[in-house]
């Protein structure tokens, strides 16, 4: 199994330019997540996924779009991107909560964003 | 509200003990979390302790839980250069979907 893989790993964009990271998992997770991950912080949720077709808003969700269209994929996108979005961002995914004890979040290498 | 503290920073030499503390102020979560970032990579899920237990060791890690004041800790023993990295606690909520909140991660250096 290759878990969650993200793409691209890396990426430089021009403020206003629109990009769309892609997020795979091959472990019939039910739930996908995006968070990025800022200097000093902790993760903060973008948006998450409960199931195909279902996408809801996280803690930090403005300027951001995703869409779940097949189970094993969720995509986010940035419309017009702003250097307040230079971050790692990361995907993750899971079970439903208590489908197993102690289940948790499994979670992609990272794509490193910087917007000029 | 939900909220998760770690100290940002700790040096320990190889060989020692490292004890990585984390506060929160939810009591209501259900299980507390450890995980270890290295760099360029993603979170790897080190332990985890239920939030009715008050201990829990695996291996070289001894994760405790004093929930009264709300601390968790985690104690790595025998501390060796490959455990240098960012460690992150965080803690889960049951219904929903599977929320967890992070602290701002504390990072591990360990030197000869």
């Known amino acids: 199994n290759a878990g969650v893989t993200q793409t691209p790993k890396f990426r430089v964009l021009k403020t206003g330019q629109s990009m769309t990271l892609l997020c795979a998992q091959d472990m019939n997770h039910e739930y996908m997540y995006w968070y990025r991950q800022d200097p000093g912080m902790g993760l903060r949720l973008i948006h998450y996924s409960v199931g195909e077709g279902t996408t809801a808003k996280g803690e930090v969700p403005d300027g951001y779009n995703v869409s779940r269209l097949k189970k094993q994929n969720f995509l986010l996108g940035l419309e017009s991107a702003a250097p307040s979005q230079t971050s790692v961002y990361f995907c993750?995914?899971?079970?439903?909560?208590?489908?197993?004890?102690?289940?948790?979040?499994?979670f992609g290498p990272g794509t490193r964003l910087l917007v000029l | 509200g939900e909220d998760v503290e770690q100290s940002l920073f700790l040096s320990v030499r190889e060989g020692d003990s490292s004890v990585i503390n984390c506060t929160y102020t939810?009591?209501?979560?259900?299980?507390l979390y450890w995980y270890k970032q290295e760099p360029g990579a993603g979170l790897q899920l080190l332990t985890y302790?239920?939030?009715?237990?008050d201990m829990k060791q695996d291996q070289r890690l001894t994760v405790l839980l004093n929930k009264k004041d709300k601390h968790l800790s985690l104690r790595i023993a025998d501390t060796q250069t490959g455990d240098s990295a960012i460690y992150f606690c965080?803690?889960?909520?049951?219904?929903?979907?599977?929320?967890?909140?992070f602290g701002a991660g504390t990072r591990l250096a360990v030197h000869p």
């Open positions: 993750a995914s899971s079970f439903y909560h208590g489908q197993k004890p102690g289940e948790t979040q499994y």
């Open positions: 302790i239920f939030s009715n237990m």
């Open positions: 965080a803690e889960s909520f049951s219904g929903g979907y599977n929320k967890l909140i």
């Open positions: 939810d009591s209501s979560s259900t299980y």
